[in-house]
């Protein structure tokens, strides 16, 4: 009798706000069979979830949505998030040693 061989099904999703009432979303799933004299299953799983973390967190990073690519490019690599908030504090400093005045009547979309 041969014994089928094990399979495994990986997901990874993940649905990020636009900050304009929206959000954009992502989600992949993987099935697919393990032969036995490959890694245990839990492994070969676990290195599978990690690519398609990767693969979706990159795919949402490309969004035309600003904030959707900013958040999922800080989840993918977070050190990234680290110098922009360093480069918003500067940002800030040198505004205020300036005294530089945004006087820009730009206003938010709002759905009604």
Known sequence: MTVPPTTITVGY?????DGNYGSEGLSVMLTMPVEDDDDPPADVASMYAKLLRRLVLSELGKSRAPRVARMAAEELEPDIAKVRDRLDAITALTAETYDVVDDSDEREDLPF
């Open 13 to 17: 999703e993940r649905k990020l706000s």
